[in-house]
């Protein structure tokens, strides 16, 4: 488990999210700039996703572990030439042009699958709290996420894999109950963060995936 750093504590972007989420929806994902993604804190943000992910249970654990792989590919990637790695879409376009072994190509578009996923859940989390009568039984949200974001890449073993780990997903109030510090007898707050949060993570997942396509990656 990553320890959370005191730093990003105060990174400028927490401006959005008060004490209650402080822990948990921690970095927002960081605005685009010219079209590109800096690198340092995207890779911030999407750690954030994995101690999100560790409070859900065993349900999320092969997304998380597959995540946190990635970003350590990434990170290693960085660290070669930071200057040249500064933002995610240089570092992608630095190395299909020097290398043969697309590391961080592959770690990115697997990266991105898993945050579209998780994307996708909480979208319908929040969307369904618009209908006045939100459900506790969130386990086809999260068939519907996985159906549209990772089945298309996945083989046989690892869908059933995940059918069986989706029948133990939190209902709506476990999940929302432990992304906060404290209970709360309102969850409105709780699902305007979210919406706050999914906006630059949505964002962030769209210039990705734009980015591949147009480089044929």
């Not at 999407?46 to 560790?54: D, M």
């Not at 998380?64 to 500064?86: F, P, V």
């Amino acid at each position: 488990m990553l320890s959370p750093s005191s730093s990003n504590g105060d990174n400028g972007d927490n401006g959005d999210n008060d004490d209650i989420l402080v822990n948990e929806i921690e970095v927002l994902f960081p605005d685009i700039i010219e079209n590109k993604i800096k690198t340092t804190e995207f890779l911030t943000a999407t750690r954030g996703i994995v101690r999100i992910l560790e409070k859900f249970g065993k349900v999320f654990a092969p997304v998380k572990y597959d995540i946190q792989g990635n970003i350590d590919r990434l990170a290693t990637k960085y660290a070669t030439n930071k200057e040249r790695n500064a933002t995610l879409q240089d570092m992608i376009l630095n190395e299909k042009t020097t290398e043969t072994n697309l590391i961080a190509t592959d770690a990115l578009i697997w990266l991105t699958r898993g945050l579209h996923m998780i994307l996708l859940f909480f979208e319908k989390i929040v969307q369904d709290v618009e209908t006045g009568i939100p459900t506790e039984d969130l386990v086809a949200f999260l068939k519907q996420s996985y159906k549209e974001a990772l089945e298309p890449y996945h083989g046989w073993m690892a869908r059933q894999l995940f059918d069986l780990l989706s029948r133990m997903v939190p209902t709506r109030s476990q999940l929302l109950r432990a992304l906060v510090d404290k209970q709360l007898d309102d969850n409105t707050t709780i699902i305007n963060h979210m919406e706050i949060y999914l906006t630059r993570l949505r964002t962030n997942v769209s210039i990705i995936q734009s980015f591949y396509k147009i480089h044929d990656l």
